[in-house]
C-alpha cells in the first residue's frame, strides 16, 4: 500500500499501560468507524512486544483490512555502548523485531538512533551511531522493511536530535534512508520548521503530536504551540509521500480528526 500526505496511522502508544487485549478490542471496534485512521502504529515494547501470539492477533485482523506502521522497542537504545556485548545484545534485539515484524507487511518500520554512553562526548561517537544507522537500514532492506530513522527527543542525551547532526549524517555518508521526522521532538528545540526546510526530501513520515516547547508531552494537535498548519503546507509544497502518525497520547482521536481538518483546508 502506497501512501500520501493524507493518510493517517494512529499510534497505540495511547494505551501503552492497557494490556494486549485492549490494543486488539480497540483496533476490532474502530474497524468500521467512521473517521477512522487509515493505519495503526504498533509498538513492539511492553504488552505489545512481538511475541508469536501477539503477532498471530495482529497478523488476524490484517487479514481483516487492517494496515499498519511500526515502531521499533523504545526501552532498547544502548547501540552504541562502549560494551560489545551491550551493544550486540541491543542490535540483535532491534533486527529480532524487525525480522518479527516483516511478515505484516508495514507500511513503515521506525526506529530510535542511538543514547548518549554515559561519559562519552557526542563528538567521540557520531561515527559509529552512523555506522549503527546504516547497518540497520540495510538490514531492513534485505527483509523488505521500509526502515526510518526518527529525530530523537532535543536537548536529551541521544544521538541524531538535531539539524546539524542529521545534515552530518546525510553529507557525511550519503545515505539513503528517510527520516521519522518527530515533530514533538524538533519543537522541544524551536526547530520544527527548519527540519522541515532542510530535510524535505528525506521525509518518509511524520510522527504527529504536540507541546509546549518546552516536554515531550504528547498532547493532542492544537494543544501545543506547534505551527502545523506551515509544516503541512510546506510537506505539500515538497510533495511528501509518507503517513502521519499521530502519536497523541491525550485525546488521541480528537488529534485524527484535527489533523484531517487541516488537511482538507490545504487540499
Known amino acids: 500500500m502506497k501512501a500520501d500526505m493524507r493518510f493517517v496511522s494512529l499510534s497505540t502508544l495511547f494505551l501503552w499501560s492497557k494490556p494486549i487485549e485492549s490494543v486488539i478490542d480497540v483496533l476490532t471496534r474502530e474497524m468500521d468507524a467512521d473517521g477512522k485512521p487509515d493505519a495503526w502504529d504498533l509498538i513492539d515494547d511492553g504488552n505489545y512486544r512481538f511475541t508469536k501470539d501477539n503477532l498471530k492477533k495482529y497478523k488476524e485482523l490484517a487479514g481483516s483490512g487492517i494496515s499498519y506502521t511500526v ?7 544502548d547501540y552504541i555502548h562502549p560494551d560489545r556485548s551491550v551493544r550486540k545484545k541491543c542490535i540483535s534485539t ?14 513503515t518500520y521506525v526506529f530510535h538512533p542511538a543514547a548518549l554512553p554515559m ?26 522493511l521500509n ?3 526518527e529525530n530523537h527527543v532535543a536537548k536529551m542525551d541521544f544521538m541524531m ?3 546539524e547532526e542529521f545534515d552530518e549524517f546525510y553529507r557525511r555518508t550519503n545515505s539513503s534512508i528517510m527520516m521519522a521526522y518527530d515533530a514533538g521532538h524538533a519543537n522541544i528545540d524551536g526547530k520544527t520548521k527548519e527540519f522541515v526546510d532542510r530535510f524535505r526530501s528525506r521525509i518518509g513520515a511524520v510522527h504527529v503530536h504536540d507541546n509546549d516547547g518546552a516536554s515531550d508531552l504528547h498532547l493532542a494537535v492544537g494543544e501545543g ?4 498548519c506551515y509544516i503541512l503546507k510546506k510537506l505539500k509544497e515538497y510533495n511528501f509521500q509518507g503517513p502521519l502518525i499521530v502519536e497523541s497520547v491525550y485525546d488521541p482521536f480528537k488529534s485524527v480528526e484535527v489533523l484531517r481538518k487541516i488537511i482538507a483546508d490545504i487540499f
Open 71 to 77: 515502531h521499533c522497542p523504545f526501552t532498547v537504545h
Open 94 to 107: 532491534l533486527k529480532e523485531s524487525m525480522l518479527n515484524v516483516a511478515e505484516l507487511s508495514p507500511l
Open 119 to 144: 561519559g562519552s562526548r557526542r563528538e567521540e561517537v557520531k561515527a559509529i551511531n552512523f555506522e549503527f544507522v546504516e547497518e540497520i537500514y540495510d538490514y531492513a532492506k534485505s527483509i523488505g
Open 147 to 149: 526502515a526510518l530513522i
Open 161 to 163: 536530535n538535531n539539524v
Open 225 to 228: 504551540n506547534i505551527d502545523w
